[in-house]
């Protein structure tokens, strides 16, 4: 919740994420076995954050994927956050956490 504050607001942390998410950098040509999955679907990366998500075209979206398919995902657009604590990554990503954050 305080990335999202803070991404709405004029100040010096507010700015570095702005900074970082301008500066991202493209994935290239990264092929993953699940192109639409949690790791195949962001198209860039900055910050240690997922960026460019496909899919979501003109959305200012990042996310965080840690170990056993915990994520932490932010539309700074709509002002959702997305939180997964998992142990093991065998959960139907697509319907978790893509789907809500399409759909809400």
């Known amino acids: 919740m305080t990335i999202l504050e803070d991404w709405h607001s004029d100040t010096c942390i507010g ?3 702005k900074t ?16 639409y999955g949690r790791i195949g679907t962001p198209r860039g990366y900055g910050g240690f954050m997922h960026t460019d998500w496909v ?3 003109g959305r200012n979206i990042i996310s965080m994927d840690g170990y056993g398919g ?15 604590n998992a142990i093991h990554s065998d959960y139907d990503w697509k319907k978790i ?3 809500v954050r399409k759909d809400g």
């Open 97 to 99: 956490v893509r789907k």
């Open 70 to 84: 915990q994520v932490i995902a932010i539309d700074l657009d709509l002002e959702r956050v997305v939180v997964i």
């Open 20 to 35: 970082i998410y301008s500066e991202r950098k493209s994935k290239g040509n990264f092929q993953p076995r699940d192109r």
């Open 15 to 17: 700015n570095y994420l």
């Open 55 to 57: 899919g979501f075209k």
